[in-house]
């Protein structure tokens, strides 16, 4: 597979079936994702893969708790303005449609949101640590560590949906991995394979044309 096939086929994906991977393939997925660039080869990342029973009582601690808890850190910044804030909406609005709840029906968005907890029925669940101490430079280098992720998994025929939805349970994930006090959870991911019948599946976001955020200088021809 070319890169940009899969950077093309890598979608959010929020439904999944049961079957979980074998331990061998999520393995090789996290450490060839280590090559992924890291800025002085610090490699801030710290991976945690649950399935099984430890994913379950995962599960069970968030849905016993719904508000969830003080995050640690703003997913998005407060009073999003334009043209993020028109982006954020519509993503929204095109991803409810796809399973039929309209915007006045608030109840049946916050049971497909609470969905988070349940990481979509994914039979995997990764979470992404690193250092308190560390700066934006180093967050940006998980992130580029989860893309990395994102299209292996893609290359194996597996799907995933990164979730920073658990910054709202930094102290129910910390205490279920025990995660050192000097460590703090920046993101999740579901991790399995799609089912390909669910229609909230067919979610493809839009992205606006390269006129609208980049620019060519200098070249000839």
Known sequence: MKVSEAVDRRVS??????ECPPEALVRG???AAARAPSGGNLQPWKVYALAGAPLAELRARAAANPMG????????????????????FQNGEDLYAT????????AARLRQLA???????????????????????????VGMYMQTVMLLAVEQGLDTCAQEY????????ADLLGLP???????????????ESAPINTLRSARDPFEAWGELRGFEG
């Open 99 to 106: 399973i039929g709840i309209p915007r006045e029906d608030k």
């Open 29 to 31: 997925i996290l450490e």
């Open 115 to 141: 969905r988070n907890t349940e990481l979509f029925g994914a039979p995997v669940g990764l979470f992404f640590c690193l250092d308190r101490k560390l700066g934006p430079p180093q967050w940006s280098d």
């Open 181 to 195: 006090d000097d460590h703090m959870l920046f993101s999740g991911m579901a991790l399995g394979w799609r089912d």
């Open 166 to 173: 658990w910054a709202r349970y930094p102290r129910t994930v």
């Open 13 to 18: 994906i929020r439904a999944f079936r049961p």
């Open 69 to 88: 808890e003080t995050p640690e850190y703003d997913v998005y910044p407060p009073n999003l303005w334009d043209p993020f804030r028109t982006r954020r």
